[in-house]
Nanobody
Framework: QVQLVESGGGLVQPGGSLRLSCAASGSIFSIYSMSWYRRAPEKQRELVAS???????NYADAVKGRFTISRDNTKKTLYLQMNGLKPEDTAVYYC???????????????WGQGTQVTVSS
């Protein structure tokens, strides 16, 4: 069974920084992509950033220049370095991954439970 566990959320002042982590564990053959989503109060879940094949990265316009997504393949861990945080970044952040659990089988989508990020003075 595959598990994604987020950590690193918390309360931070505007302009501050925070680093989120997402550790993948279980039966993992390969990871095609990993992403960070977030859901702010009264809003739908939105894609924040993604990394495909540990190389291609994409960012939502709202976080470009402030957030950096990275992946440590040896630790099977995804990171989101968040700098210059704004109150509008307040949300529950979710880790998402497309994972193949064994060879010659289709990949599946997995979600973490989420970690709360609150940006407030």
């Amino acid at each position: 069974q595959v598990q994604l566990v987020e950590s690193g959320g918390g309360l931070v002042q505007p302009g501050g920084s925070l680093r989120l982590s997402c550790a993948a564990s279980g039966s993992i053959f390969s990871i095609y992509s990993m992403s960070w989503y977030r859901r702010a109060p009264e809003k739908q879940r939105e894609l924040v950033a993604s990394v495909i094949n540990s190389e291609i990265t994409n960012y939502a316009d709202a976080v470009k220049g402030r957030f950096t997504i990275s992946r440590d393949n040896t630790k099977k861990t995804l990171y989101l370095q968040m700098n210059g945080l704004k109150p509008e970044d307040t949300a529950v952040y979710y880790c998402n991954a497309k994972i193949q659990t064994r060879a010659f089988t289709p990949s599946n989508i997995y979600w973490g439970q989420g970690t709360q990020v609150t940006v407030s003075s």
